[in-house]
């Protein structure tokens, strides 16, 4: 009698996480204001302790699915905003996400920007910001190409707003400010 031969064992491949800095033609960046994550609310008092505080970052989330689940979720996105998924713009940008690298990754980027902030935006690079063993995180540059009329559909976001590179608010996350600092401050690629 043989025994089955179990398949080779297969490191889980890394989470991926996409961030995404827009800006203007002002070298203003779109921040979105997150509301925080709490760990745990099972305290006497309710407080619990912050797995993440509130706080302002890039627009961003995991990529899940397949590109054409994300599709979908774009087009979703559209219907919510009320914005055309069949004009120009959308086509190109669509087309230009798939030629930057890895379009679930850049779809992605869309995604999260249109439920966020209600901005579609076109990505003009993609970039490897940080490859750990259980996470891989993926910094798209992109700029506003339409602004819907809804507010954020993500309820961790409260809202999203313009700022100045140079002048971010106070109680931005650390990781955002070392983004920009190297994609708008420094464009050139070097680490600040």
Not at 25 to 40: H, N
Not at 173 to 186: D, E, F, Q
Request: aromatic residues 6%; contains cysteine; hydrophobic residues 35%.
């Amino acid at each position: 009698m043989t025994l089955p031969v179990a398949p080779p064992f297969r490191e889980a491949a890394p989470e991926q996480t996409v961030k995404v800095l827009i800006q203007d033609e002002r070298r203003q960046v779109l921040l979105v204001q997150e509301r925080g994550k709490p760990q745990d609310t099972t305290e006497p008092d309710g407080s619990g302790q912050w797995a993440k505080p509130p706080g302002w970052g890039a627009p961003g989330g995991k990529v899940e699915g397949t590109e054409d689940d994300i599709v979908r979720g774009i087009h979703e996105q559209f219907r919510r905003l009320r914005m055309d998924p069949k004009s120009i713009t959308v086509r190109r940008a669509l087309k230009r996400c798939r030629e930057l690298g890895d379009p679930r990754v850049t779809l992605t980027a869309v995604k999260e920007v249109l439920e966020e902030a209600g901005i579609f935006i076109a990505p003009f690079a993609l970039d490897l910001w940080k490859r750990r063993r259980e996470e891989t995180i993926w910094l798209v540059r992109a700029r506003p190409a339409i602004v819907g009329h809804a507010g954020p559909g993500d309820v961790h976001i409260i809202r999203a707003s313009w700022h100045p590179a140079t002048n971010l608010p106070e109680n931005t996350y650390r990781r955002t400010r070392a983004m920009v600092r190297r994609a708008v401050l420094r464009p050139e690629g070097g680490r600040a």
